[in-house]
């Protein structure tokens, strides 16, 4: 039975992907934050979320915040220990903050959007990079955005991150050249998540449904179909699929 370790993993699309890889006979831990923070003008995942969807899930769930490297380090160990190693690792912890123009940017604000979305991706790269090495087919998948390659107003902490992902995630693949273990980016669109309702609070936006006249389909994305790119990443049909970004975003950036 394969194993993972998924961060962000509370709500939103990181719990879409736990239950999309549960249902595919995975074994899983569990990992966010599970609480506020001062720098977010919105309400984060609490622990009695993260333990509801373990429970369903079959998983373990852990409280650690990407941002403390040795919470994260200590999960990847603790679940090779348990499980006989890890075969993939998903990054999917992330949150949002903006409305200035960069050159006002709050110090605390660029902290946070670079800590969490970026230097979070980072530190389970370190973590977990070490146990997929060994796995027969060892994959790591980040979680980016269309931010990721499009420039959006009142969003630079956010999009500089994520354009970060971008290049962090490929240069992974890059070092990983000649081993089993494949590094891949998913930048979804516009989701129906909390981190969307914060983003149209950022723009004034009456409603997160808005968004979706900015993509083909019209629509807001669910979570689900984000986290069908990455079960498909995490497979071993993707074999060959390395060093990619693959845009889940109703064709947003098409």
């Known amino acids: 039975m394969p194993t993972a370790v998924i961060t962000g993993a509370a709500r939103g699309i990181g719990a879409a992907v736990a239950q999309a890889l549960s249902a595919q006979g995975w074994q899983l831990t569990l990992i966010d934050s599970c609480r506020n923070d001062d720098a977010l003008d919105y309400d ?20 650690a915040d990407v941002r403390d490297f040795a919470a994260i380090a200590r999960a990847c160990a603790d679940t090779a220990a348990r499980c ?19 050159w006002e940017l709050p110090h605390a604000q660029w902290d946070a959007m670079l800590d969490v979305n970026l230097t979070g991706v980072f530190h389970l790269v370190k973590a977990a990079v070490p146990y997929l090495l060994a796995s027969p087919a060892g994959r790591f998948v980040a979680i980016s955005s269309a931010a990721g390659t499009e420039p959006l107003q009142q ?6 991150a994520k354009h970060g992902v971008v290049g962090l995630v490929r240069t992974l693949a890059a070092d990983l050249a000649g081993t089993s273990v494949t590094a891949n980016v998913v930048a979804p669109g516009s989701t129906d998540t909390a981190v969307l309702a914060a983003t149209a609070r950022i723009y004034g936006l009456d409603s997160p449904a808005e968004f979706a006249q900015h993509s083909y389909l019209r629509r807001l994305l ?22 990619a970004l693959l845009p889940v975003d109703g064709g947003f950036t098409g």
């Open 44 to 63: 984060l995942a609490d622990a009695k979320e993260l333990h509801t969807l373990a429970e369903s899930t079959g998983s373990t769930a852990v409280i």
């Open 155 to 160: 969003l630079g902490g956010y999009v500089a």
């Open 84 to 102: 006989g190693g890890v075969d993939a690792a998903i990054a999917v912890a992330g949150a949002i903050a903006g409305g200035p123009p960069v």
């Open 222 to 243: 669910t979570p689900a179909e984000v986290a069908s790119a990455v079960g498909y990443l995490c497979s071993r049909e993707a074999s060959a699929i390395t060093g």
